[in-house]
């Protein structure tokens, strides 16, 4: 029986709505009786406009099916804004706001040249610690409910996201060491002047970040093709992407490893020794020694 409630009298409305309600729910169309979204392609959104492997495309996608709320986006390390950049197509050509941190001087100074027709968007010269994220973000006004957050300083990504607790973007993008694939766990030995020397000592891996992002509401959706970033959502919007198994075992995409670092990859792990000129990192007049942890 369809019962209409244009044609009830106004004071009669409200109890043909409740008669609607009790009808309905005696059919058992009830939200878990709904069939379950489709898996998102987000492999088949990949696409290039100014980022480097094709994440301009999903995060595009993922935005379709997480609305955003105030299209605001940071990234740190940002290069200078436009050359494998994550942010360009959402300013220039989604009208999004964002705050770019860069340590690198000169790429900083190109930084804020390359946004300053866009008054939405913030940038700054800064090296980023876990110490120093979140004032980095009140200083620079980001709101706490950001849409999206890229992690990419190749050496402490860990411990900074990590250290995020007053901000809580709804994506995540970060990448992850290759190097040591699930149930592998790894995360470099934390020094406030690690950086990326070009070889394996990088941030952590996939399953390490996978623990990481449970113990902050977070889910892993996607790993790029053809490159080691990865996308982690709020695990409130997890259910929208349809994804039945995302274990590290299930995401992870081993053929990438072998396109990085090649007869490096197993340097300083599984018995195989630094070569002397890759031992230690070093800065100024600090030697850091390079350590692999597997507790975590």
Known sequence: MVLSLISCRPGCRHLAALFLVLTLSGTGLNAEDQPAPKRADLAGSERKVFSQFGEDGVIEKIFDIIKPGPKYAVEFGAWDGVLNSNMR???????????????????????????ADYPTTKTQEAWVWPGNIEILFEDAGVPKDLDLLVID???????????????????????????????ELMVINFHPMNY??????????????????????????????????????????????????????????????????????????????????????????????KKFLSNR
């Open 153 to 183: 300083i190749d050496s402490n990504d860990y411990y900074v996201w990590r250290a995020i607790h007053d901000f809580r973007p709804k994506v995540v993008m970060i990448e992850t060491n290759l190097d040591f694939p699930p149930p």
């Open 89 to 115: 197509n959402l300013v220039v050509n989604h009208g999004w706001s964002s705050f770019q941190i860069e340590g690198h001087p000169e790429r900083a100074a190109a930084l804020a040249k390359n946004y």
């Open 196 to 289: 990326w020397d070009g070889t394996p000592y990088s941030g952590a891996s996939m399953q390490s970040m996978y623990n990481l992002a449970k113990k902050k509401g977070y889910e892993l959706i996607y790993q790029m093709s053809k490159g080691p970033n990865t996308f982690w959502v709020a695990k409130e919007y997890f259910p929208a992407f349809g994804i039945t198994d995302n274990s590290p075992a299930t995401m992870y995409r081993k053929s990438v490893a072998l396109q990085f670092f090649l007869e490096s990859a197993t340097w300083g792990h599984d018995d195989v020794p630094w070569p002397e000129d890759k031992q230690v990192l070093t800065w100024e007049n600090l030697v850091i020694e």
